[in-house]
């Protein structure tokens, strides 16, 4: 596994040329972060996923010209941060989470209730649960969370 040193990653806004790499890190996150939703389900998805994304406010993290995750945002809600398996637990979803921070006083985001990892990463950066929901569309479990500003 290749180990990226966090000081020498740049957070940028998305380009349209990023969206290829993107998009795959998208579709094997979920993939992976989401065996108790069908493969089906992300694939379907991942067309619409790819029109959507250059129409809200992304972030990509980037080292030696390679994308290495990415966070997207609409109106204070982030849509998810989404990271390389190769780079994961390396402190990049962290970069992209802080840097959402120092430009919104407060964010909100859902995570599925059984995506325990996650759950733990977004209590651990300051996110509080406010409810605690089902996902009509995957019939699965999910908790809204809040972070504010101190």
């Known amino acids: 596994m290749t180990h990226f040193e966090i000081e020498t990653v740049t957070i940028r806004a998305m380009q349209e040329q990023d969206l290829p790499a993107v998009l795959e890190i998208w579709l094997s996150a979920n993939l992976q972060a989401h065996d108790f939703i069908p493969e089906e389900y992300w694939k379907g998805n991942l067309s619409m996923v790819g029109q959507l994304l ?25 849509a998810g941060i989404f990271v390389d398996a190769a780079a994961r637990s390396q402190g990049i979803g962290k970069a992209l989470l802080e840097q959402w921070k120092k430009s919104y006083a407060q964010l909100t985001l859902c995570v599925y209730e059984k995506n325990k990892k996650a759950l733990a990463f977004y209590e651990r950066e300051g996110f509080v649960v406010t409810q605690k929901q089902q996902d009509e569309e995957n019939n699965v479990t999910e908790y809204c969370m809040q972070w504010v500003r101190a």
């Open 54 to 78: 250059p129409q809200a406010e992304v972030l990509v993290c980037e080292a030696q010209g390679k994308i290495l995750g990415f966070s997207g945002l609409d109106q204070g809600h982030i």
